[in-house]
């Protein structure tokens, strides 16, 4: 399988090849992969202005509509889900088995918000709590925000797109959508989709650009909502000048798990090994911090490491390739960096450390220094650092000194410990028996600190697309 040699963007619904600007690189080779076209500022203005004109048709659009628009998605995806698993795997870097994975997501995704479509009610109020309202009643209805502003992040150019994309067709929300231009690919295909469908024209626009001349996507005030994935240092900037619209930011952490001295240790393994080193660990929700009662500590640490150890490193074309491309050569050369200053700190390597281009191996550390980036900073890569405890309650406060606050993962049997974690846990979610990178698409996700505001999640984004309307009558007097 090959990708196509140019890929046009899409604006108000049209594929549109102005030019063939922005370069898309095969993230294990190098090497060219694809051409995409590039929007500039007249681009984005024109799309804006089409979302505008496309808000009265889409809120007037029937649920059973916009079901079918999402439905049609859902079959598209199936059929070229091959397709749509190989340009990730090049323009991401991700391993094909994760890239195939994360194509079951994008499907997910669209079907759970197919029948969302049809379920955005309201609520009867009872407005008659005093003398002066006897006689009133209420009700309201969600209705549609209007044109909605989207920019997805490189790591998932699929599912973290449909996040966003998914429930504004099923909210009735025209949007314009920037991709991440280190992997635009994957946005691009689910456009070639979208413009099969009876959506109005300007629904939807995907326009890669360039980070400096997408300015419109933040500040224009016919944009309604801004909904941003992506780091903590851009997303706060981005609500900072977004103005008076509603702004959603799922942003970054340092996320943590909570070895308890009664878990089984076998099973908490193998799932870390996954949390932290899954595609890369190139995931918000990547296992970063390790926590371990000092009991199991050494029992635990041994066996990670073992495990670690046998991470396939390679060419993520392959099928027994576990840890691929981190997405550039220089995000490689940051956290190895990171890790030699962590050494020179006074930490311990257990394995891995190695680097060559863009490939690092699968790292654990231990001893490693409070005030190092590795505990501190959001890696964003194929690292985690190990931390013994001996009193439960002082690891729940550890995993709170963070200025992140995403998920965490809680590995205990104790059915009181859990429900101190939950109270406690200064995180948007707390995953008891797995770890923080756990999510299916139908929860709300998000976090608080630093990593964010608002929730995802179909139903929850839903909410955040749509605002209450009231109507309250007065009865017979």
Not at 129 to 158: D, E, H
Not at 342 to 367: S, Y
């Amino acid at each position: 399988m090959v990708l196509l040699e140019t890929y046009p963007y899409f604006l108000a619904n049209r594929p549109e090849q102005p030019n063939s600007d922005l370069a898309v690189a095969d993230k294990f080779t190098g090497q060219l992969a694809a051409r995409v076209a590039r929007a500039d500022a007249a681009a984005i203005d024109r799309a804006i202005g089409a979302a505008v004109e496309a808000a009265e048709p889409m809120a007037r659009m029937p649920p059973f509509q916009r079901q079918a628009v999402l439905e049609h998605c859902v079959e598209r995806f199936r059929q070229r889900a091959d397709e749509l698993a190989y340009s990730l795997c090049v323009e991401a870097g991700k391993p094909i088995r994760d890239s195939r994975g994360e194509v079951s997501r994008l499907i997910d995704t669209f079907r759970l918000a197919a029948g969302e479509a049809i379920r955005i009610g309201g609520e009867v109020l009872n407005l008659e709590v005093s003398t002066r309202a006897r006689g009133y009643f209420g009700m309201y209805r969600r209705v549609p925000i209007g044109p909605c502003s989207f920019i997805s992040p490189f790591n998932f150019p699929l599912n973290l797109a449909a996040h966003k994309i998914a429930p504004a067709i099923a909210a009735g929300c025209p949007f314009v959508l920037k991709p991440a231009s280190r992997t635009p690919l994957g946005a691009l295909l689910i456009g070639e989709i979208l413009a099969e469908t009876d959506l109005p024209p300007g629904a939807f626009s995907i326009l890669p650009c360039h980070r400096d001349g997408a300015d419109l996507f933040t500040t224009d005030e016919r944009l309604k909502l801004l909904s941003f994935t992506g780091s903590p240092s851009v997303g706060w900037s981005l609500k900072a000048r977004a103005g008076k619209k509603k702004v959603v930011l799922e942003l970054g952490g340092n996320a943590a798990c909570v070895v308890d001295q009664d878990a089984d240790l076998a099973d908490a393994v193998e799932r870390i090994v996954f949390g932290a080193f899954y595609q890369s660990g190139q995931s918000c929700i990547s296992v970063q911090r390790i926590f371990v009662h000092q009991q199991v500590y050494d029992d635990f640490r041994d066996r990670l490491v073992a495990a670690t150890s046998r991470l396939k490193m390679g060419d993520p074309k392959l099928e027994e390739t576990f840890i691929g491309p981190m997405i550039a050569v220089s995000e490689a050369e940051r956290l190895q960096q990171w890790i030699d200053a962590a050494v020179a700190a006074g930490a311990r390597v257990l394995c891995g450390g190695r680097r060559e281009g863009a490939m690092l191996e699968a790292t654990l550390l231990e001893r490693v220094p409070k005030d190092q980036p590795l505990c501190i900073d959001e890696a964003f890569g194929p690292v985690a650092v190990l931390q013994r405890f001996s009193d439960f309650d002082a690891a729940l406060a550890e995993v709170n000194d963070s200025r992140y606050g995403l998920q965490a993962g809680v590995f205990t049997r104790d059915v009181y410990k859990i429900q101190r974690a939950w109270e406690r846990l200064q995180v948007g979610g707390v995953i008891v028996g797995d770890v923080p990178s756990w999510r299916v698409d139908n929860m709300p996700y998000g976090g608080v600190k630093e990593s964010g505001l608002g929730r995802e999640g179909v139903r929850y984004a839903i909410e955040e697309m749509t605002e209450p309307r009231l109507l309250v009558i007065r009865g017979d007097q």
